[in-house]
T-cell receptor, first 108, second 113 residues
Framework: LAKTTQPISMDSYEGQEVNITCSHN???????ITWYQQFPSQGPRFIIQ???TKVTNEVASLFIPADRKSSTLSLPRVSLSDTAVYYC?????????FGKGNQVVVIP | EAGVTQFPSHSVIEKGQTVTLRCDPI?????LYWYRRVMGKEIKFLLH????????ESGMPNNRFLAERTGGTYSTLKVQPAELEDSGVYFC???????????FGPGTRLTVT
C-alpha cells in the first residue's frame, strides 16, 4: 500500500488557521486523498476527501497540487475541541491504511 | 440517522476463551469493514464485506479470527481462542459504496488476560 508521511505533532493557538501537510510520493492513479480526525476513545471521523486541486466543505479545505505527491489540510480558526489526531490516508481500494497521524494540540 | 454501533464497548476475557464482537452498520450501507489497533500500533485493516460477501480479508491475522455478515446487515467478529496479543481496540466502519467516506463506530476494547 502506498504510504503517507505527516509531521508527528504540532501546536496551534485557538483561533488560528492550522495547515497540516502530508507527503504521498507513490500515490496511484486511482487513489483519493482522505483525511480523518480521531479523538481519544472514539473511532476515526471523516473530514474531507479529494482527488486533485481544491476541495472545501463546512469544516476544512484540502489543497492538492497537480502532481498529487502531497496534500495540505487546512482547518480555519481552530478551537480547543479541534485537539485530536489527524490522519492522511490514500483510498484506492477501500482498505484504509492508517499511519501514526499528526497530533494537533490547540492551546488557549 | 443512527451511526455505526458496536457491542460490547469493552470486553475482558482470559487467554483461551472465545469472544464475539458485533457491529451494526448504518442502515443501507452495503460496505462494512473491520479494523483494529493493537496496543501502541497503528490502526490496521482486517477485512471488507460487500453485503454478505467477503470482498477482501487480506488483513485477517490468522484462522483464530472469523468474521460473518449473514443477511448483509450486522456483522460479527469471533476470536477463538483468544491470545494475549489480540488485545486492542476493534473498530467497525461502513460506507454506502466504493471510495465513499467510511463511518466508524466507537470501537470495542478487548483485553485478553
Amino acid at each position: 500500500l502506498a504510504k503517507t508521511t505527516q509531521p508527528i505533532s504540532m501546536d496551534s493557538y485557538e483561533g488560528q488557521e492550522v495547515n497540516i501537510t502530508c507527503s504521498h510520493n507513490n500515490i496511484a492513479t486511482n487513489d483519493y486523498i482522505t483525511w480523518y480526525q480521531q479523538f481519544p476513545s472514539q473511532g476515526p471521523r471523516f473530514i474531507i476527501q479529494g482527488y486533485k486541486t481544491k476541495v472545501t466543505n463546512e469544516v476544512a479545505s484540502l489543497f492538492i497540487p497537480a502532481d498529487r505527491k502531497s496534500s495540505t489540510l487546512s482547518l480555519p480558526r481552530v478551537s480547543l475541541s479541534d485537539t485530536a489526531v489527524y490522519y492522511c490516508l490514500l483510498n484506492g481500494n477501500n482498505r484504509l491504511a492508517f499511519g501514526k497521524g499528526n497530533q494537533v494540540v490547540v492551546i488557549p | 440517522e443512527a451511526g455505526v454501533t458496536q457491542f460490547p464497548s469493552h470486553s475482558v476475557i482470559e487467554k483461551g476463551q472465545t469472544v464475539t464482537l458485533r457491529c451494526d452498520p448504518i442502515s443501507g450501507h452495503d460496505n462494512l469493514y473491520w479494523y483494529r489497533r493493537v496496543m501502541g500500533k497503528e490502526i490496521k485493516f482486517l477485512l471488507h464485506f460487500v453485503k454478505e460477501s467477503k470482498q477482501d480479508e487480506s488483513g485477517m491475522p490468522n484462522n483464530r479470527f472469523l468474521a460473518e455478515r449473514t443477511g448483509g446487515t450486522y456483522s460479527t467478529l469471533k476470536v477463538q481462542p483468544a491470545e494475549l496479543e489480540d488485545s486492542g481496540v476493534y473498530f467497525c466502519a461502513s460506507s454506502p459504496g466504493r471510495r465513499y467516506e467510511q463511518y466508524f463506530g466507537p470501537g470495542t476494547r478487548l483485553t485478553v488476560t
